[in-house]
């Protein structure tokens, strides 16, 4: 990990000066104010080493990000019993799409499209009040972190759901289907504070070491899931991680990677490391720009690709 530190500053120093950064997204207005020149990378090891560069400590709101956790959380609530409202397979849509919910009978593609994310969020809800599923979730989170000092940003909430009408929309369609069981209200009360979750690049890293441990966090040891399930999730990650951009994601830095329209990028490299990166401009798929090219080099540098 020694020779890490170099590539990070140097990636950091390339990247910062590129001039085409993607853009900042805008349609939750609270977002639209972070500033697009914001750089941060951090890779944490199995060893418990980390090392970052950037603005790796600033919190950042991890948006999709959370859709992993979430989906974690609900898998370990009920079990397999999750896939009978959500698929697994690539969508080939853009992640707020709600056509092919029409074609499938209100089912969900994966649990990563804001759809799919919205009918797990309503697992996790299961019977409770919203603000129960909330705090369960920031917990779990901390959890997997190992650090009681990561908060939801209450102004990224409000800020979506005051524009949030299209998950509302794919919420009451997928009711109409009997997808989600609570009132779509509620189920996106709960899902527009996961994803305002604050958390540095520093917390991302060592909240996914799980993933990259075969279900076992190496900093506390503790037992997240069997590592059947660290194995699927990596899966999935890889297949619908980065919505219509997930093919092109594998194909250029070859790692399992969940991405939010924060700009943040967890990535896992089984038996290794985590990456996570945070660039807050996006591409046309709602992925960042420079996180990505960020992987990229990294994975080229230290042949970290699954794919060897
Ligand atoms: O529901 C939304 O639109 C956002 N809270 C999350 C979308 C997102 O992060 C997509 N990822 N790139």
Same mark, same amino acid.
Request: net charge neutral; glycine share 10%.
């Given at each position: 990990?020694?020779?890490?530190?170099?590539?990070?500053? *140097?990636?950091?120093? *390339?990247?910062?000066?590129?001039?085409?950064?993607?853009?900042?997204?805008?349609? !939750?207005?609270?977002?639209?104010?972070?500033?697009?020149?914001?750089?941060?990378?951090?890779?944490?090891?199995?060893?418990?080493?980390?090392?970052?560069?950037?603005?790796?400590?600033?919190?950042?709101?991890?948006?999709?990000?959370?859709?992993?956790?979430?989906?974690?959380?609900?898998?370990?609530?009920?079990? $397999?019993?999750?896939?009978?409202?959500?698929?697994? *397979?690539?969508?080939?849509?853009?992640?707020?799409?709600?056509?092919? =919910?029409?074609?499938?009978?209100?089912?969900?593609?994966?649990?990563? &499209?804001?759809?799919?994310? !919205?009918?797990?969020?309503? !697992?996790?809800? #299961? #019977?409770?009040?919203?603000?129960?599923? !909330?705090?369960?979730?920031?917990?779990?989170?901390?959890?997997?972190?190992?650090?009681?000092?990561?908060?939801?940003?209450?102004?990224?909430?409000?800020? *979506?759901?005051?524009?949030?009408?299209?998950? =509302?929309?794919?919420?009451?369609?997928?009711?109409?289907?009997?997808?989600?069981?609570?009132?779509?209200?509620?189920?996106?009360?709960?899902?527009?504070?996961?994803?305002?979750?604050?958390?540095?690049?520093? %917390?991302?890293? %060592?909240? @996914?070491?799980? =993933?990259?441990?075969?279900?076992?966090?190496?900093?506390?040891?503790?037992? /997240? /899931?069997?590592?059947?399930?660290?194995?699927?999730?990596?899966?999935?990650?890889?297949?619908?991680?980065?919505? $219509?951009?997930?093919?092109?994601?594998?194909?250029?830095?070859?790692?399992?990677?969940?991405?939010? &329209? @924060?700009? #943040?990028?967890?990535?896992?490299?089984?038996?290794?490391?985590?990456?996570?990166?945070?660039?807050? @401009?996006?591409?046309?798929?709602?992925?960042?720009?420079?996180?990505?090219?960020?992987?990229?080099?990294?994975?080229?540098?230290? #042949?970290?690709?699954?794919?060897?």
């Amino acid at each position: 990990m020694d020779s890490i530190k170099p590539l990070l500053d *140097e990636i950091c120093l *390339e990247l910062r000066e590129r001039r085409e950064k993607g853009q900042v997204a805008d349609y !939750i207005p609270q977002l639209a104010k972070v500033s697009i020149d914001k750089f941060g990378i951090a890779v944490a090891s199995m060893n418990g080493s980390l090392v970052t560069a950037g603005d790796a400590d600033e919190a950042f709101s991890i948006q999709s990000i959370s859709k992993l956790f979430t989906l974690t959380l609900a898998l370990g609530q009920v079990g $397999d019993r999750v896939w009978e409202r959500v698929g697994r *397979e690539p969508s080939g849509n853009a992640f707020n799409s709600i056509v092919q =919910l029409e074609h499938e009978q209100g089912r969900p593609r994966n649990p990563f &499209v804001n759809a799919g994310a !919205i009918a797990v969020t309503d !697992i996790v809800l #299961g #019977g409770h009040r919203p603000k129960e599923a !909330i705090g369960d979730i920031l917990r779990f989170v901390r959890f997997l972190a190992n650090d009681d000092s990561i908060n939801i940003d209450r102004f990224v909430a409000l800020s *979506e759901q005051a524009h949030g009408d299209r998950n =509302l929309a794919l919420a009451h369609f997928m009711k109409s289907f009997g997808v989600i069981k609570h009132p779509p209200a509620e189920v996106l009360g709960v899902y527009f504070h996961q994803c305002a979750l604050a958390m540095s690049c520093r %917390q991302l890293a %060592q909240a @996914g070491l799980f =993933l990259a441990a075969n279900g076992r966090n190496p900093l506390t040891g503790f037992n /997240v /899931v069997s590592p059947n399930r660290a194995r699927r999730l990596n899966a999935l990650m890889m297949t619908c991680g980065h919505y $219509d951009g997930s093919g092109d994601f594998a194909f250029r830095v070859g790692l399992p990677g969940k991405s939010g &329209v @924060g700009g #943040g990028i967890l990535a896992i490299v089984p038996n290794k490391a985590v990456v996570s990166v945070w660039s807050p @401009g996006l591409d046309a798929n709602g992925n960042s720009l420079l996180g990505t090219a960020a992987l990229e080099m990294l994975v080229r540098r230290t #042949g970290w690709s699954v794919f060897g």
